[in-house]
């Protein structure tokens, strides 16, 4: 009795597609600056450049991943959906002509008074 999963997609990615690759999280290894629990499970969004047989994909990423592999299973992959929140607006800074800058504060989020025992 082999009954289709009424709840299971098929995943298809094509050419120009932005995917998020799954980091396989080993043990004790300090990946992308976290350790644990708190380590990424996916990164990017990275775009898709070659589909390499029915269920790889090649992606295009960056020189600092370029020790890890550039094909990937259909498993490994997310699907990106853009969308305009995702897009971050640079702050506008005032350079000196020594290319240093004043840094003000926004706001004071938390104030608080000690109270010493001998004071």
Same mark, same amino acid.
């Given at each position: 009795?082999?009954? #289709?999963?009424?709840? $299971?997609?098929? *995943? ?7 995917? /998020? ?12 600056? #976290? ?5 990424? $499970?996916? *990164? ?6 070659? $589909? @390499?047989?029915? @269920?790889? !994909? ?6 600092? %991943?370029?020790?890890?592999? %550039?094909? /990937? !299973? *259909?498993?490994? %992959? ?9 897009? %971050? ?11 240093? /800058?004043?840094?003000?504060? *926004? ?9 010493? $025992?001998? #004071?």
């Amino acid at each position: 009795m082999s009954e #289709k999963d009424p709840r $299971r997609k098929d *995943i298809e990615f094509v050419v120009d597609d932005y995917v /998020f690759p799954k980091v396989t999280s080993m043990k004790g290894v300090m990946r992308f600056g #976290k350790k644990g629990k708190l380590a990424p $499970r996916y *990164i990017g969004p990275f775009e898709v450049i070659d $589909r @390499v047989g029915v @269920v790889a !994909h090649r992606l295009e990423l960056p020189p600092s %991943l370029s020790y890890d592999y %550039l094909v /990937f !299973h *259909i498993s490994m %992959l997310r699907k990106y959906v853009p969308d305009p929140s995702h897009v %971050l607006q640079p702050d506008v800074v005032e350079l000196n002509e020594n290319l240093t /800058f004043e840094e003000q504060p *926004i706001a004071i989020v938390d104030y608080q008074m000690r109270q010493l $025992r001998s #004071k």
